[in-house]
C-alpha cells in the first residue's frame, strides 16, 4: 500500500516538473536558447531552419513570424531593470541611445501581444520618430497619462501587465553564426518612476 | 534498505519527468493556439498579394505585430509552377521574408542589399527549372533573383517600416504596388495582374 503511494506521488512529482520544465523552456527561454540582458530576452535561432525543438516549439505558440537574427532582432521585456513586472499601474522611464542598425522601434503590448488603446493612437517609437537629446540618447515616458517628450500611453482601465518589445532591422554587425550584434550595453534601461 | 528505496523513487521520478519533458516539447507546438500560417489562410487565396491590416487596439493579425510596420504578404503556392513576386521598394529599409507553413525564415533580402528599386524575384522549388536557374544572388542576377523554395507552399511578407503616422498612407500606397502571381515561363509581361480579387480584408487605412 505504501509502496502504491509512493508510485503515485513519484508520477504526480514526476508530471509536474516535467510538463513546468517544458513550459518553462518554451516559453521563456533558457541560456542554451536566449540571450538575456537585464530585462530583455531574445530568442537567438528563431524561425532559423536549424533552430533547436524549443525554440522551434516557441516559435509556433508565439503565432509570430519574425526574420532570422541576421537580418533581424527581437528583444522582449516583461519587467523593469529591477526585475519587477511591468504594469500598467506604474510610471516607466525608458531610456537607450543609437543602435548599429538601419532601424529600431520600441513597442508596447498588452499580455496578449496586442497593442493598447490609447487616445493619440501611439503605440511605439522608433529611430526616425522619437525625440532625442543632443548626444543621441532618447527617453521614453511609459505611463497612463501624458508626458513631456516621448509618451508611450500603457492605457487606462483596470490595471494590466504590458510587454515591451524592441525590435531592430538591418543590425550592422554580426557574430560568427550570423546572429546580430546589439551590444548589451546599448540596450535600454527600463526604470520605474512611480505606482498608482 | 531504508535508504536505497527512496533513492529508488527519486530516481524513477527523474527518469519519468525527463520523458514527459521530452513528450511535452515535442507535442506542445502541435497544440499551439494558432500559429501564424493558420492566421494568414482566412485573409485570401495563395498566389496574391494581400496587405495586412495595421495592428491596431485588439486586433492584429498576428501577436505582436510592429505598430509602426505595414505588412503584406503572399501564401505561394508552386505546385503548378513558380510564383512571380515584384515590388517597386521605396526605401533600404523594406524586408522581404520567405517562410515554410512552420515558419522558417528560409531567404531574406532588404532594401539596402538591392541596387535597384525594382526587385523582381522567382520563387521556384529546386526542381523546377527557371530560364537559367542558378542565379542566387542578387549580384549576379540581371533582372530577376530566383530563389529556391525547400516547400511547395509558403509565404513571403514584405515588412516597410512606417515613419510617421503621416507616412503611413505612402507606405501602404507603395505595398498596393507589388504584385504575386503565377509565373508563366514564356516571355510576357504581366504587368498589374497583381489584384484580380479585392483583399477580403479590406486593407484598412
Not at chain 1, 167 to 194: C, F, H, M, S, W
Not at chain 2, 20 to 36: F, G, M, R, S
Not at chain 2, 116 to 127: C, N, V
Request: with cysteine; aromatic share 6%; charged share 20%.
Amino acid at each position: 500500500m505504501r509502496t502504491l503511494l509512493a508510485l503515485v506521488v513519484t508520477f504526480v512529482i514526476a508530471l509536474v516538473l516535467g510538463i513546468s520544465s517544458a513550459w518553462y523552456m518554451i516559453d521563456r527561454g533558457t541560456p542554451l536558447t536566449t540571450t538575456r540582458v537585464g530585462p530583455w530576452s531574445s530568442w537567438m535561432s528563431e524561425a532559423n531552419p536549424n533552430a533547436d525543438l524549443y525554440t522551434k516549439a516557441h516559435l509556433a505558440r508565439s503565432g509570430r513570424l519574425p526574420i532570422t537574427s541576421t537580418t533581424a532582432r527581437y528583444f522582449t521585456a516583461r519587467t523593469d531593470s529591477d526585475g519587477r513586472d511591468l504594469t500598467s499601474a506604474c510610471e516607466y522611464s525608458i531610456q537607450g541611445g543609437a543602435l548599429n542598425a538601419r532601424w529600431w522601434s520600441i513597442a508596447v503590448y498588452d499580455d496578449q501581444g496586442s497593442v493598447i488603446k490609447n487616445p493619440s493612437e501611439r503605440y511605439s517609437f522608433n529611430s526616425e520618430d522619437a525625440i532625442r537629446h543632443s548626444d543621441g540618447t532618447y527617453r521614453i515616458s511609459l505611463a497612463t497619462h501624458a508626458r513631456p517628450e516621448n509618451w508611450l500611453p500603457s492605457g487606462d482601465g483596470p490595471e494590466h501587465k504590458l510587454m515591451l518589445m524592441l525590435r531592430v532591422y538591418g543590425p550592422r554587425e554580426t557574430d560568427a553564426n550570423g546572429i546580430g550584434q546589439i551590444p548589451d550595453d546599448r540596450l535600454p534601461k527600463i526604470e520605474r518612476i512611480a505606482c498608482s | 534498505m531504508q535508504l536505497r528505496i527512496p533513492v529508488l523513487f527519486i530516481l524513477l521520478c527523474l527518469v519519468l519527468a525527463g520523458l514527459i519533458h521530452i513528450a511535452a516539447v515535442l507535442t506542445l507546438p502541435t497544440l499551439a493556439p494558432k500559429d501564424a500560417w493558420d492566421r494568414l489562410i482566412p485573409l485570401g487565396p495563395a498566389n496574391t498579394m494581400i496587405a495586412m491590416p495595421p495592428a491596431s487596439p485588439g486586433q492584429s493579425v498576428l501577436p505582436m505585430m510592429g505598430p509602426d510596420v505595414r505588412y503584406a504578404f503572399c501564401r505561394f503556392d508552386l505546385t503548378d509552377g513558380p510564383v512571380r513576386l515584384k515590388a517597386t521598394v521605396p526605401d533600404a529599409l523594406w524586408l522581404i521574408a520567405f517562410y515554410t507553413p512552420k515558419g522558417e525564415n528560409f531567404y531574406a533580402v532588404s532594401g539596402a542589399d538591392m541596387r535597384r528599386a525594382q526587385l523582381d524575384l522567382i520563387i521556384a522549388t529546386a526542381d523546377q527549372p527557371v530560364a537559367e536557374a542558378g542565379v542566387d544572388a542578387p549580384e549576379e542576377a540581371d533582372q530577376i533573383v530566383v530563389v529556391t523554395s525547400p516547400v511547395d507552399k509558403g509565404v513571403a511578407v514584405i515588412r516597410a517600416p512606417v515613419v510617421g503616422p503621416s507616412r503611413a498612407r505612402r507606405v501602404e500606397q507603395a505595398l498596393k504596388g507589388t504584385s504575386c502571381a503565377p509565373h508563366q515561363n514564356k516571355p510576357s509581361e504581366p504587368q498589374d495582374q497583381s489584384a484580380p480579387s479585392e483583399p477580403p480584408t479590406g486593407a484598412a487605412n
